[in-house]
């Protein structure tokens, strides 16, 4: 990776404004990490803890006649074995996001009850004094099932999922203006059928979760947890019956998240019941292959999509009806993805009339929910596509073709008579196409289309494609955070959000440093744990560095007016006159004298300090940001890959991610976000998909058939980090940088593919698997 | 125990103001204890923990001339062995209490340096597998020392007190009046030299250390602390050189606390160190003879007090010049227990000049501090023996002088010229007299005397005394709590309060339901960590209902008022005509509609709420109570006594506690902490006693040596609580009630024994051991 590198940089002496936002420093994360000190969920251990193992259900489809843990109870160490019976007062897990009425039938139970409805799905839970004892346990739990015919098409007909299955299929609908006027009045109509195949966030790390019932306190732990630890806490709470602040849930290292980490599932649930119930510690910790059965899905949708264009070229309608692969269940997304679809799909062109509908569908497959960039990787690639397809149909290049649709900088901000999650979009500030101009340059488009001729013409498969995107982040309405200087003048700061690997501390402590005037490597970021803020909103939506990033701003500037205040009576100046540098309030002027620390500020702020008679003791602030419109960030993917005409294996040899996310706080981070967000994307163009039998039997459960990218995949990458347009919505003009390197993979892949099979529309499914490559070689031969 | 019982109460249901203050509810804190689930710090447990042993001194002084580890390190299962050499970076263990210049180099280091000054010093400590290896290993240790002479009469000549131990004795002078005058035209100077045993608290639960540092998050976390956690967990932070906020205490329940629980002694620091050096988890638990070497002895005084009286009895000056033991170094309250006893003397008499001198002398015994009415235990024998000598030289009727000597109602509140614990006396308020009256109708005083009249003509050797205390409680400066209800309804309160066993949690549920309007005990009290508030004072002085109180019950109205304020636009009312009553706001007019819940409220608060735009969201308050002077409860203390003539033992037959305290949150619980604080008073008046050999070995290290009354020895106790005189200083009129049990048994009791032997002033020293009554006895024979 080279790109922009800021270089990595050590900001902890400085400690002056302007010094700590913007640069590459190292990350507050890494020491225990790096010390082999992580502390994942399979390190959490308690004092007489027990063991959880599932029973999952072997058949796609069937009702379930009877369980039978006679045998499984009577092994000694086993403690407990649970089914459904064992837990009927506990409630279906909820939705918390994209509520759409009728949907709440089709929540998962912890265990499942009259029937199963995908391989995997939980049946009977095994509590024992070892994990070993709990899976030979499991295996004497014997499982009746009547099997029932599974249904594995979303885009098969609605007749398809009665009976016990989903009776009332759900259509998302969105859209605005005159689509039917707009066909009606084509110069052409291009019309689609693409595929994206399933997929999913598969972390190093498979999930876990250690229950443990503190009678003394009358506290409910769960360790384990991740990206959603205060509804995690206060939905648990609920579902058991207990008041929230009774429960309280503790992230630890995450070995990744991308979306599918931290939902509240089934086993987080049961440990928690356990723990009360059986009054030992409860540890559950997910094999590789019950992560790939058990753990979120995502991705699986079919769109039919039409484009009615005018003779340039220009879209005047987009009329998609897409089939979202759900799964058996929905999960606590809702239709969260399908909502996104519909919503993001027209993504950075002008558009006039649209119309959507987004059928949301179960089958007899693991559940599905958000995966990095949901919802968009799909209609990126489904949307570029059709860009494509339209430069085709009226031989207009794609990249003119492109700009000719691209939403001009003096139309930002840029309402679009859409709503997603609930929010108005209103793509918030951007120059598309000096972006698109700055990839092409970086890229070397024009060399590159001579060296590809030259390649060509010495007989090569090469190609090269691009795509733009646009993301969203920085979902409102509100984060807070609290920050506090102590008597020794170091800087908590308290955070509700979460971290799933991404830099969290190191971006928050940034700000604050920036904000306040201190080193930023001394503050001490506490986050992920419930105990300690009442409120919190985990991370997801690539809104952490948006919304908690700001109201840190907004905390460390209320931290910093208040050590003014304080300071300068002290001092004998007005506050205006000074500034705080390295943690030291002095003069702007550069005199050293007289100064005052901000130990001695917090000290004179001190709870037995006459001077806070009557008010609130400490050197600290909780502030409060709100937003209500999300943050649109965007960019261009450029792909070179070269295909290997016997194997039909398609290799990317160059990429190229540009993404203007509007102020990079710490851009070796946002480089970091982007490489990896860019190889899960790979991962889903070219490699990794659940695969499903006839019968719905699973036929992806380890890394020999779920393949994802590994260092041999990966190509040079390059990363161009744009800051031309700060979004208008948060004081330091932060986009979200968490998808934009994920988002346009798929898209950007398929028409390099195309370009060098010289089959312009030749993709029409993801992933791109060497076999259909191989079908599309046999058809251009000769 | 009887009294003005108001029986156990249930007042879950009640709710309403005016409901939950005062009533004799059930316990909060009792459901897990009564269930065997507490969480002593034997309790708490780690993976990976190791166990620590101390070695300690076995000479009450001397020169350290080796300590050899070798053979304890090669003991398989041993982790590590420490001396003084491995802790050299550790400071000495500061004092947070009563500074006074001089003492500094006589605080305690964590392990014994160049010499030994006192049998149970820490000399090494052993860290191994287990806690019965690591006492193997403890016994290995070779420890070589030059025996000195042992100093341990407090009372000796200066002289004596060199070289190496204290050089400098540091004498706490008070005073006010002319006292030189006062004793040249006095009608008559009384004069008496008296002496209180060293006695001390032994919690029924031992000392605990449980340190485990959690690398991942960075934290350092101490369970098994008690009392004062946030002074703790900054000192240790300091002294370790850690931030305070990466350092973490952590009380469980205390099985007694009584002043020498909780404070930071060697042990503490030990484990601290070892978990952060170790990287184990360590554990230490004290074992009963640690228990009765190791852990702060208390009490030990000698009184040469002078009064100066005119001819009616009314005192003109008192003069006294008291020898504090104070042990071998000085631990973290520095000089209070003097600073207590010099400042507290005068008790509940108008005293128109007083001097005393408190000489603070070191000795080779176990260190001594406060313990449960530290200083007035002490000096309220002293004084109340001083007013019968008064009554008996004069022929005045001991009651009757008393009676003249009062500080009456009219004079509250009654400033004196003394200060005590840095804030100058004022007796808020008081009506002593007649609780003195009040008292003797309740014990029957009349009755009692012909009944005593007519026992003794039937041989007994009966006797009745009685002595007046005032206590001190409330210290400020300031205290704080928060108050949290979540959008279930539930109500959270943090306090930094801690809780020794007294029933914290209970009494500031109280408060807040009164405040608030809700059930007290679905209110969920979190006390005893450093991590859910950033300052706290712990438990000591007497003060956390007060403080802690008040505190709440400002918290809890201020979130009344932002209830109010939120319901009443919603129910479109002025928030003047609405009240809350059991978490539901209604109109105070009785009429059920229109009402909105806490619930409903919270959320209407929550932080996605459009209202809170702008806000610091949440139905929450953090409230300080500030404070500068002390509140004086006081009381009447009436025992009637029996002596066995044959063995010279003291049977209590009878006792009355009659006590003031302003106003009582839960006369159950004032009446437990009474009879408790009898209990100890008794023990200290008839039985307990550390005492050393003359080469200073103790001589009272097991429960067979130290008597600590039982059941047995315990007398029908009645509690007469008095709520006559509500303080001005806070907003429900509280006293502490945690020492008045104790401060004046030892007085009352000396001058029932006197009445019983017919000899007046013939106890001059406490405990009153079997042995001296035999001499007295004796020397009343014919």
């Known amino acids: 990776m080279d790109g922009t590198t800021h270089g990595p940089d050590d900001a902890r002496m400085a400690a002056g404004p302007g010094e700590a936002v913007g640069r590459a420093v190292t990350r507050l994360e890494d020491p225990p990490l790096v010390r082999g000190r992580g502390l994942f969920a399979a390190d959490v251990n308690f004092p007489r803890q027990i063991h959880m193992r599932v029973v999952r259900a072997e058949l796609a489809h069937g009702l379930l006649r009877s369980v039978d843990a006679t045998a499984a109870r009577a092994l000694p160490g086993v403690v407990a074995v649970w089914t459904s019976a064992d837990v009927a007062e506990i409630p279906s897990i909820p939705f918390r996001a994209t509520k759409v009425q009728g949907l709440e039938p089709y929540c998962q139970p912890v265990l499942a009850r009259d029937r199963v409805r995908y391989v995997g799905e939980p049946i009977a839970a095994v509590f024992a004094e070892d994990a070993y004892l709990a899976e030979d346990a499991a295996d004497l739990v014997a499982v009746d099932?009547?099997?029932?015919?599974?249904?594995?098409?979303?885009?098969?007909?609605?007749?398809?999922?009665?009976?016990?299955?989903?009776?009332?299929?759900?259509?998302?609908?969105?859209?605005?203006?005159?689509?039917?006027a707009a066909f009606a009045m084509a110069h052409a109509v291009i019309?689609?059928?693409?595929?994206?195949g399933r997929h999913s966030g598969v972390p190093l790390e498979t999930r876990g979760a250690i229950a443990r019932y503190d009678a003394a306190r009358d506290l409910l732990e769960l360790h384990g947890a991740a990206k959603k630890q205060h509804w995690n806490r206060d939905e648990i709470a609920r579902l058991l019956g207990r008041p929230p602040s009774s429960v309280h849930l503790f992230e630890g290292h995450v070995g990744g998240g991308f979306g599918v980490?931290?939902?509240l599932y089934p086993e987080d649930l049961l440990a928690c019941a356990a723990a009360l119930r059986l009054d030992r510690p409860v540890k559950w910790i997910e094999d590789r292959r019950e992560n790939f059965l058990a753990t979120n899905h995502s991705r699986q949708q079919r769109h039919r999509i039409r484009a009615a264009v005018d003779a340039e070229g220009r879209l005047l309608a987009i009329d998609d009806v897409f089939f979202h692969d759900q799964g058996a269940y929905v999960r606590t997304h809702g239709a969260r993805v399908v909502d996104l679809a519909a919503g993001m799909l027209p993504g950075p062109y002008r558009l006039p009339a649209y119309r959507v509908a987004g059928h949301f569908r179960l089958t007899n497959k693991t559940p599905a929910a958000t995966y990095r960039a949901p919802g968009r990787y799909e209609t990126t690639f489904v949307r570029e596509r059709l860009m494509d397809a339209i430069a085709t149909r009226l031989a207009i290049d794609p990249i003119e073709l492109r700009r000719r649709n691209l939403v001009a900088t003096a139309e930002m901000p840029y309402p679009r008579p859409l709503d997603v999650l609930g929010s108005d979009v209103v793509l918030d500030s951007g120059d598309y196409a000096k972006l698109l101009d700055?990839?092409?340059?970086r890229f070397g488009w024009k060399a590159l289309r001579e060296s590809i001729a030259a390649r060509r013409a010495s007989g090569e498969c090469v190609g090269a494609g691009l795509a733009f995107f646009v993301e969203k982040s920085g979902l409102g309405p509100s984060d807070g955070v609290r920050i506090t200087v102590d008597h020794t003048g170091t800087v908590e700061l308290v955070s509700g959000a979460a971290s799933v690997g991404q830099g969290v501390d190191t971006v928050l402590a940034q700000i604050c440093a920036e904000a306040l005037g201190v080193g930023y490597s001394g503050i001490r970021v506490v986050r992920g744990r419930t105990d300690r803020i009442e409120f919190g909103n985990g991370a997801h939506a690539s809104r952490v560095t948006v919304m908690s990033g700001s109201a840190t701003w907004q905390a460390a500037q209320a931290v910093r007016a208040?050590?003014?205040?304080?300071?300068a009576p002290l001092l004998q100046l007005s506050p205006e006159v000074l500034t705080i540098r390295d943690g030291i309030v002095q003069r702007k002027d550069g005199a050293t004298e007289p100064s005052m620390t901000l130990a001695e500020i917090a000290r004179q702020m001190g709870p037995n300090s006459p001077a806070m008679r009557g008010r609130t003791p400490g050197l600290t602030a909780e502030k409060w940001f709100w937003s209500d419109h999300m943050t649109y960030p965007y960019g261009v993917h450029c792909a070179l890959v070269c295909i290997d005409r016997g194997t039909g294996a398609v290799k990317?040899?160059?990429?190229l991610v540009a993404n203007d996310i509007g102020r990079a706080i710490n851009p070796m981070l946002v480089e970091g976000q982007i490489a990896g967000g860019f190889a899960q994307g790979l991962g889903g163009a070219l490699y990794e998909e659940f695969r499903y039998d006839e019968t719905g039997q699973p036929l992806s459960t380890t890394f020999a058939d779920y393949l994802i990218p590994t260092a041999t995949e990966m190509p040079a990458l390059d990363v161009l980090i744009a800051e031309d347009a700060p979004s208008p919505l948060n004081p330091l003009g932060i986009k979200g940088a968490g998808e934009g390197g994920t988002n346009a993979v798929g898209a950007a892949i398929a028409a390099a593919v195309d370009d060098a099979l010289g089959q312009p529309g030749a993709v029409t499914t993801l992933p791109i698997l060497p076999g259909t490559v191989m079908r599309l070689l046999d058809r251009a031969a000769p």
């Open 191 to 196: 019309e689609l059928d693409l595929s994206v």
């Open 652 to 655: 990317v040899e160059r990429y």
């Open 261 to 263: 980490r931290g939902e």
């Open 438 to 441: 700055q990839a092409l340059d």
């Open 145 to 180: 099932i009547e099997p029932l015919p599974a249904v594995l098409d979303a885009a098969a007909p609605p007749a398809e999922f009665a009976p016990g299955l989903h009776t009332e299929p759900t259509i998302v609908r969105k859209g605005f203006g005159d689509v039917d």
């Open 562 to 567: 208040m050590a003014l205040e304080t300071a």
